[in-house]
Nanobody, 115 residues
């Protein structure tokens, strides 16, 4: 059974930082393209960042230069370091694993950026 468990969300002031974690079980993160997506109320889910099996990272335009995705194969965990947070980053953040037409999702962790 595949499980992706996100953690690390919370409330932070603008300009602050958070680090999200996605702990995987039932799959190996180094065998999958791993991504972070987010969905704000009333908006579509959007790509935040993705790291491929080969380790290449890509980011959504709105987070480039502020967010960093990384994975630790030994821990089977993917991280999202979020710096210089803005109110528009407020959303439910989901972890995603993808390989060979199989996609898995976590339950999400809430990030709220507000003064």
């Amino acid at each position: 059974q595949v499980q992706l468990v996100e953690s690390g969300g919370g409330s932070v002031q603008p300009g602050g930082s958070l680090r999200l974690s996605c702990a995987a079980s039932g799959i190996m993160v180094n065998d999958h393209d791993m991504g972070w997506y987010r969905q704000a109320p009333g908006k579509q889910r959007e790509l935040v960042a993705i790291i491929t099996r080969g380790g290449s990272a890509n980011y959504g335009d709105s987070v480039k230069g502020r967010f960093t995705i990384a994975k630790n194969n030994a821990e089977n965990t993917v991280y999202l370091q979020m710096n210089s947070l803005k109110p528009e980053d407020t959303a439910l953040y989901y972890c995603n694993a993808y390989r060979l037409w199989n996609a898995y999702w976590g339950q999400g962790t809430q990030v709220t950026v507000s003064s």
